[in-house]
């Protein structure tokens, strides 16, 4: 079952702050988080494995709820190379990833 | 160390002709997945291997596609013949531990953009 994000995008002014959120109809074991800028790889930002989870990456963050079998990705006072389509990636058998369909993420100055 | 790469970057081909995709996965690493991006759409699970095993090869679309991994080390993706639906972002990803898991990180090459005409 594909995981759900919200928004579908989003367009912020340099400095601003997001949310992206991921929800899954299915139980959550882990959720990972991809950034894919067009014409790139896919970037690995990080993985969240157990709920009440958080972690943090400079300033980018992330939650994992798993009795609410959410997650969500935080950018704090968001820079231009933060632009991008930010994937949320549940794990099936095998460790395969089930995506999210996307959010795209637009960083103006 | 090098990362996973993909070759060719681009295909440019016409309906019934066949391409072949070919991923190096980072070295050492045992599984090897292969996803697919439509565009505009979420990126979506093909095949799985484990060394030169394949694991899950529930998301490969029809048998039109066959995907080897020779040795446990490269892995190709043949289309054959190609349709006009194959068109889209074709990327290859490995992840270290045997067996996958759901804790494993998994690191994508950059992908192969393939457009059939």
């Known amino acids: 079952q594909q995981p759900v994000q919200s928004p579908q995008a989003v367009i912020l002014r340099e400095g601003e702050d997001a949310v992206i959120n991921c929800s899954s109809s299915k139980a959550l074991y882990s959720v990972h988080w991809y950034r894919q800028k067009h014409g790139e790889a896919p970037v690995f930002l990080m993985i969240l494995l157990k709920g009440g989870e958080q972690k943090g990456h400079e300033k980018i963050s992330a939650s994992f709820n798993e009795k609410k079998q959410q997650s969500s990705l935080y950018l704090t006072a968001s820079q231009l190379s933060y632009s991008g389509t930010y994937f949320c990636?549940?794990?099936?058998?095998?460790?395969?990833?089930?995506f999210g369909q996307g959010t795209e993420l637009s960083v103006k100055p | 160390e090098a990362g996973v790469t993909q070759f060719p970057s681009h295909s440019v081909i016409e309906k019934g002709q066949t391409v072949t995709l070919r991923c190096d996965p980072i070295?050492?690493?045992?599984?090897l997945y292969w996803y697919r991006r439509v565009m505009g759409k979420e990126i979506k699970f093909l095949l799985h291997?484990?060394?030169?095993?394949?694991?899950?090869e529930s998301g490969m679309p029809n048998n039109r596609f066959l995907a080897e991994r020779t040795g446990g080390t490269y892995s190709t993706l043949k289309v054959q013949p190609a349709e006009l639906e194959d068109s889209g972002v074709y990327f290859c990803?490995?992840?270290?531990?045997?067996?996958?898991?759901?804790?494993?990180?998994?690191?994508f090459g950059p992908g192969t953009r393939l457009l059939v005409l």
């Open positions: 990636g549940t794990s099936g058998p095998g460790g395969k990833l089930i």
């Open positions: 291997f484990v060394k030169e095993s394949k694991q899950d």
């Open positions: 990803a490995s992840s270290q531990a045997l067996g996958g898991g759901y804790s494993e990180t998994q690191y």
């Open positions: 070295s050492g690493h045992d599984n």
